[in-house]
Each structure stands twice: as C-alpha cells, then as structure tokens.
C-alpha cells in the first residue's frame, strides 16, 4: 500500500493542525494505521494508533487529551487531529499501516509514508 501524507506546516504553540494520510493500492479497511514521529537527533516514537474499523484508538502519554486519530476507510484517509499543540511536538509525521496487528511501535511496520513536517514555534 501507498501512504502520503500532508497537512503539516508551521504554527504558534497552542495552535492546531489537521494531518492526513491517503492510502491506495490495496484494501484500505484491512490495514492497522498509525502516526509516528521523530524530532531531529531523535529515535521514531510512537504517536497514535487505530483499529481496522475506528472502533479502537491508543495514544502516547505525551499526546493523549490533545490529539486525535480517525480514519475513513470510504475515503481510504487517517487522519490526526492535533490541539494545543507544543514546542516539544516539533518534528516530521509519518503515517504507518500494517495487515497483521496494532501500529504501537515502529519495528515491523508494513508501510511507511513520507514524513510531513510540523513546527510548533513558541
């Protein structure tokens, strides 16, 4: 599956941006997705992740009350919807699928998508 990802940009802190990642070539419902990012100097961390049907979402500590993930499978689309956003959330997005189990960490990740970079200014 092709992943791609956009909607990042550069915004004052507390602001909000809506990311959103367009899957095609195979069945999109089928796919666990998730968002990850990384900062620069730093590892891929796990952000958001959701169930095949929407039904179950998970989050990191740092992110839960401010972000949200859903996805759209008559649109083939997940998004994150990101609030409040922080200094310390500066860094590229990636979206991530997988066939087999939940997106929660970044080894044996299926599909990645090209990065989107977000800059939360102070």
């Known amino acids: 599956v092709q992943l791609q990802a956009s909607g990042g940009g550069l915004v004052q802190a507390g602001g909000s941006l809506r990311l959103s990642c367009a899957a095609s070539?195979?069945?999109?419902?089928?796919?666990?997705m998730g968002w990850f990012r990384q900062a620069p100097g730093k590892e891929r961390e796990f952000v958001a992740a959701?169930?095949?049907?929407?039904?179950?979402?998970y989050y990191a500590d740092s992110v839960k009350g401010r972000f949200t993930i859903s996805r759209d499978n008559g649109k083939n689309t997940v998004y994150l919807q990101m609030n409040s956003l922080k200094p310390e959330d500066t860094a590229v997005y990636y979206c991530?699928?997988?066939?087999?189990?939940?997106?929660?960490?970044?080894?044996?990740?299926?599909?990645w998508g090209k990065g989107t970079l977000v800059t939360v200014s102070s």
């Open positions: 991530a699928a997988d066939q087999h189990s939940t997106v929660v960490a970044a080894t044996g990740v299926d599909y």
């Open positions: 959701i169930s095949r049907s929407g039904g179950s979402t």
């Open positions: 070539g195979r069945t999109f419902s089928n796919y666990f």
